[in-house]
């Protein structure tokens, strides 16, 4: 069983930076991870994914140059630093993890477990 818990949500003004924080509890840490997020009325959509080495990552489009995804291994911790936030990333953030062995993916149904969510709010 994997437990992930994230942190690091909040509100924050246009233009501002926040470092979204995932950690990972249950049976070793050696699988893909990924950010999602889903705002009021929206389907929950990818933002970024990391491989377990942390050796290849990939973006969204619209989030690509501003977020960066990061790992720690030792700490069984995964990051999301996101800067020059816009209104429009506002949402619930979500971070996931892909079953043990598999590659890095974007759709949500390819990841078997979720953490509970944290709210990112921006301001114009």
């Known amino acids: 069983q994997v437990q992930l818990v994230e942190s690091g949500g909040g509100l924050v003004q246009a233009g501002g930076s926040l470092r979204l924080s995932c950690a990972a509890s249950?049976?070793?840490?050696?699988?893909?991870m990924g950010w999602f997020r889903q705002a009021p009325g929206k389907e929950r959509e990818f933002v970024a994914a990391?491989?377990?080495?942390?050796?290849?990552?990939n973006y969204a489009d619209s989030v690509k140059g501003r977020f960066t995804i990061s790992r720690d291994n030792a700490k069984n911790t995964m990051y999301l630093q996101m800067n020059s936030l816009k209104p429009e990333d506002t949402a619930v953030y979500y971070c996931a993890k892909r079953p043990w062995g598999s590659e890095i993916g974007v759709h949500p149904r390819e990841y078997d477990y979720w953490g509970q969510g944290t709210q990112v709010t921006v301001s114009s």
């Open positions: 990391i491989s377990w080495s942390g050796s290849i990552t």
């Open positions: 249950g049976r070793t840490f050696n699988y893909a």
